[in-house]
């Protein structure tokens, strides 16, 4: 409306200018008149653009990136292949240390067959405490695999960023069954001297999707207080978790479970994006805990011996499905392009209301993705995703020889696949990532990344010894 009172103005100037028949003072008059009020309307539309503009800098969500991460190697010693392994469990049992007679020998064939057709490899890792005879269990030897892990992995990523302890303004720590007191976080603080008012949290009985919770409480942190860093620390003691006892439903976690930790540096600061490898675009969580059979799926109590153990119940596998799906649905309508989602949102309607036999619609997350990091649970978690995506072998190729090579780390599988995915030179500029993973509870949890830059691995990444071995054929 201003232009065109503008104009007209204008037009009248032009035509008194001409010695029209408008009175050039009444008009002069006129034009002052209007441009005074349209002054007034500019600067008052001014303030208001710049007021919301204002508020939009100060309230919008700040970019967190993730600068670079660690994922913890262990020492050569720390490695067992299955056939020792199984040794120390024959040798165990015979020093009376578990399954104490020779009745149960059945129980180590049990493992042995399970290990078998797990999926791991002849390199994975298990404590020092579990490497002796006669076992150590205690808080000690505990303590000691979760300082090893945390503190070769916080170390490696203090050396490769170039940041130092004390400029870490939020500190979250996630282990789900050793918990001890002084917390984990508090063992960081004291070991690296960081500062007074730090922001720690340490999460606990949160299963192996509790990377990706630690990351989104982190990115919630990121965004209250600005311009710092944050570390995330994922990891899972095995010391203190090895099942002596005879139920079978508990020997499980024996066989895949094994040494391993991450530890991630984010921050908000705009000056970091230059030598950040990612973005954090997406964190999608799904708890399923108030149904029981969820709740009930994978839990850590006493068998009927008083030995504690993590029971894994048949109601699992169609858990973890039922809870994978919230989270496909959840996620889907955010990183999906516009035509997988009109072909799902027409499969629901016909479905609902037309043809209830139909089957779901599975999006071709292919579209959104060049990356998926699945968690390395057991090869059975990794086929069924597979085959539920509808995904290619080379999707699924970083969780397959993160199982092989290391094992079941718990939450931190997630990095080590990454650094997989980096050590191949496959993550190039723009390169999108998504990182599942499952856990107790029962939860399904999901980040998105991108990629800023043509990614290489960090120096002393895990696969830096082996890479030029993988993959590998695994025997199903």
């Known amino acids: 409306m201003v232009f065109f009172k503008i104009f007209f103005i204008s ?38 653009v710049g007021f919301v503009w204002i508020l939009y800098m100060l309230t919008r969500p700040k970019p967190v990136y993730l600068v670079d991460f660690s994922c913890y190697l262990p020492p050569s010693h720390l490695k067992v292949s ?33 290990l078998e057709r797990s999926g791991l490899g002849q390199e994975t890792y298990i404590p020092e405490g579990l490497q002796c005879f006669p076992l150590q269990q205690d808080m000690g ?134 030598r950040a490898k990612y973005e954090l675009v997406h964190t999608v969580r799904i708890h399923t805990g108030s149904d029981d059979r969820s709740f009930e799926c994978a839990t850590q109590e006493e068998d009927e011996d008083g030995i504690i153990g993590v029971t894994l119940t048949k109601n699992l596998p169609m858990v973890a ?15 999906l392009p516009l035509k997988e989602k009109l072909a799902f949102f027409i499969t629901f309607v016909k479905k609902k209301y037309f043809k209830p036999e139909l089957r779901n619609y599975t999006p071709d997350f292919k579209l959104a993705f060049e990356h998926f990091c699945i968690h390395a649970g057991g090869r059975a978690l990794i086929d069924e995703l597979e085959k539920n995506l509808k995904l290619s072998p080379l999707h699924v190729e970083a969780s397959r020889m993160t199982l092989h090579r290391f094992g079941n780390t718990s939450s931190s599988s997630i990095w080590y696949e990454l650094a997989y995915t980096e050590a191949k030179g496959r993550m190039k500029e723009g390169d999108r990532i998504w990182q599942i993973a499952l856990g107790s ?29 993988y993959p590998v054929e695994i025997d199903i």
């Open 11 to 48: 037009l009248m100037v032009g035509l008194a200018m001409k010695g029209s028949w408008i009175n050039l003072e009444d008009l002069q008059n006129f034009f002052l008149h209007h441009i005074q009020n349209n002054l007034q309307t500019i600067s008052l539309l001014s303030f208001l």
């Open 82 to 114: 299955i056939q020792t392994l199984m040794g120390h469990a024959r040798r165990a049992r015979e020093a009376g240390m578990c399954w104490k007679n020779k009745e149960s020998d059945h129980l180590v064939d049990f493992q042995e067959k399970i």
């Open 141 to 274: 030897a505990s303590r000691k695999e979760t300082e090893e892990v945390i503190f070769g992995a916080l170390d490696n990523l203090f050396r490769n960023t170039g940041v130092k302890p004390d400029d870490i303004g939020i500190l979250v720590v996630n282990s789900s069954t050793f918990n001890p007191t002084p917390s984990l976080a508090s063992m960081i603080v004291n070991k690296y001297k960081l500062r007074d008012n730090i922001k720690s949290l340490n999460l606990g009985g949160m299963g192996c999707s509790a990377g990706v919770i630690a990351v989104d409480v982190a990115k919630g942190l990121l965004q209250v207080h600005r311009n710092t860093y944050a570390i995330v620390v994922s990891t899972e003691n095995i010391t203190q978790n090895l099942y002596l006892g005879k139920n079978k439903s508990m020997l499980v976690t024996n066989c895949l479970f094994r040494v391993g930790g991450a530890a991630v540096l984010l921050s908000n600061r705009s000056r970091d994006r230059k």
């Open 321 to 335: 499905a039922r809870t994978l799906k919230i989270n496909i649905a959840t996620l889907g309508p955010l990183v």
């Open 441 to 469: 509870g029962f939860k399904c949890n999901s980040s998105v990344w991108v990629a800023l830059r043509n990614v290489k691995p960090s120096a002393n990444s895990p696969w830096e010894d082996c890479m030029d071995r």
